[in-house]
């Protein structure tokens, strides 16, 4: 199956025609000459452009998705493959509506008439794994219904085989895939992609996201009906906004788009590092802007399909870099990545450094219009490579979010400057959590507990007693075992010596008692020396023991 569907990506990439979009004069000469039967293929009648995004269309969710992350990327791309990219954020290609209203009434178990006041089978919007459709509770209430694509699943499974396959061959095949952990990453993209199926946890996720933010004026999140929600089927409350790949639109309709760039960097960060709570999935479809108050605009999320957490160890280890990465400390960031683990322990500090110098200096203090995050995490990535600094899977998902920021704040304020914004919101947040406030806070946050047990702890410290000296005693007693064990040893050692000792004397003897056939010694002297030393023998072989 894994070759099957390996080779329908080559067939329809090879329809397309994708060669088209390569840059000719980059094309190494053999890849050229490897190419070059596609010729014979005649060309679509779309454009380079409009082709990849049918390619990813036609390859399903798995492509989609990478898609959706490339249309963040207008740095990397001509303005037309942006755009067309942008297309798969919403614009997929529905199934239709009567099935989608056949599936709902099977997972809901009551016709649509029962369950809604109205109900529209042209989906409002189409993605890669799920699409919308509007309608009404019989309460009034405007609601959108989201609906997994039937099937789905099966291609889905295909396309993570087929990865998981890649990433054993990379491991197989290429020195330096093992640092990169090809597997686990793939491991850590299957359980993501496959939570994205099941809309119970999309619901709940949208919950957790929606009370983290709900009074903030900051960031709203849609209610969800959990009443109708079911694993492939999620009724939440219908929002209006304008999308947020919609830039002209906001700017003709005057929208403080400063503002809108410092707010977005704000809640990235806030729920990274204040809530360990942040939507991995922010890609333009999935954000959208209330410009009601034009001073003031507010984000809007959608689709809590994908959400990332980190470790405390991680948070903290992420935290430190950031901000001595703020202040251009390059030491401090190779000392962090050393300590953390990410590269290994023997690692030159010093050289270290001037490589993370050397790569960061040029960039910092510049407007995000000139930065391109992808191409300063590709150029860490090959100058780190002889310090064997291994990929952190962990963090792999924070990563592509920071990739969808800084796609969409180059798109909404270009100005935007980034070191600016998040140096003091990552101080501030280093001095609540590591100072006295911080402390007291931990303190407060803990006290409640510690009060409980009060009350328990004479017992506790009297279980710690006993145990300190059952502890103490079973010590002893293992001591007196080993001094045992030892002495026994020793003894075994002794007797062994004896009754190889013996062994070898009754060999003597019986040897004695041949001595008067040579005529060394009389008959009578080798009988009196063979018995004696038959007796030591017999002494040191079976008494002495």
């Not at 755009?83 to 009434?105: C, S, W």
């Not at 999935?286 to 959400?307: K, R």
Request: hydrophobic share 45%.
């Amino acid at each position: 199956m894994g070759r099957l569907r390996f080779l329908r990506i080559i067939l329809v990439a090879c329809k397309y025609r994708l060669d088209r979009l390569l840059p000719k004069k980059h094309v190494p000469f053999w890849a050229r000459v490897l190419l070059a039967p596609l010729k014979l293929i005649p060309k679509p009648e779309t454009d380079p452009a409009a082709a990849i995004r049918l390619t990813f269309e036609e390859l399903g969710p798995v492509f989609v998705k990478f898609g959706q992350i490339l249309s963040t990327r207008r740095d990397l791309f001509e303005g037309d493959v942006a755009d067309e990219l942008q297309k798969l954020q919403d614009q997929v290609p529905p199934f239709p509506g009567d099935q989608a209203r056949a599936l709902i009434e099977a997972s809901l178990e009551a016709p649509i008439d029962e369950l809604f006041d109205d109900f529209d089978e042209v989906p409002l919007a189409s993605a890669s794994v799920a699409q919308v459709h509007t309608g009404k509770l019989k309460n009034g209430d405007e609601i959108v219904v989201k609906i997994i694509r039937p099937g789905i699943d099966k291609v889905i499974r295909q396309d993570i085989e087929l990865m998981y396959r890649l990433a054993r061959l990379l491991l197989a095949f290429w020195g330096d895939a093992k640092r990169l952990h090809p597997v686990q990453i793939v491991k850590d993209y299957e359980r993501t992609i496959i939570d994205e199926l099941n809309l119970q946890l999309e619901a709940a996720n949208t919950k957790k996201l929606r009370e983290n933010w709900l009074d903030s004026g900051k960031l709203y999140v849609p209610k969800v009906y959990f009443d109708y929600s079911r694993e492939n089927v999620m009724v939440s409350e219908r929002i209006y906004g304008v999308s947020s790949a919609k830039i002209e639109e906001l700017r003709a309709s005057g929208v403080n788009m400063q503002k809108l760039a410092h707010l977005g960097v704000e809640i990235f960060f806030t729920q990274v590092f204040e809530d360990n709570f942040f939507h991995a999935d922010m890609h333009p479809g999935n954000v959208f802007i209330d410009p009601s108050d034009l001073e003031n605009p507010t984000y809007i999320g959608l689709d809590c399909a994908i959400i990332g957490s980190l470790t405390e160890d991680d948070k903290s280890y992420l935290a430190r870099n950031l901000l001595a990465f703020f202040h251009q400390d390059y030491y401090e960031v190779a000392r962090l990545h050393v300590e953390s683990g990410w590269v290994p322990m023997d690692t030159d500090i010093g050289e270290f450094e001037s490589v993370i110098r050397s790569v960061c200096e040029p960039i910092f203090q510049k407007p995000i219009s000139e930065i391109s995050f992808g191409r300063v995490l590709m150029s860490l990535f090959q100058t780190a490579r002889r310090f064997d600094m291994e990929v952190q899977p962990q963090l792999v998902l924070l990563q592509k979010t920071l990739l969808n920021i800084e796609g969409m704040g180059r798109q909404i304020y270009p100005e935007l400057d980034l070191w600016q914004t998040a140096a003091p919101y990552m101080e501030n947040w280093m001095r609540d959590r590591m100072g006295f406030a911080g402390f007291i806070r931990q303190f407060g946050k803990n006290a409640p507990q510690l009060v409980a047990q009060l009350p328990e702890l004479p017992k506790l410290a009297m279980g710690a007693l006993t145990e300190i000296h059952k502890l103490g005693e079973h010590n002893r007693q293992q001591t007196r075992l080993l001094g045992e064990l030892n002495r026994t040893l020793i003894a075994q050692t002794k007797n062994q010596r004896y009754s190889r000792l013996g062994g070898y004397v009754l060999i003597a003897a019986l040897l004695g008692t041949l001595l008067p056939l040579s005529g060394i010694a009389s008959q009578e002297d080798a009988l009196i020396g063979a018995s004696l030393l038959g007796s030591l023998g017999i002494y040191w072989l079976f008494i002495k023991p």
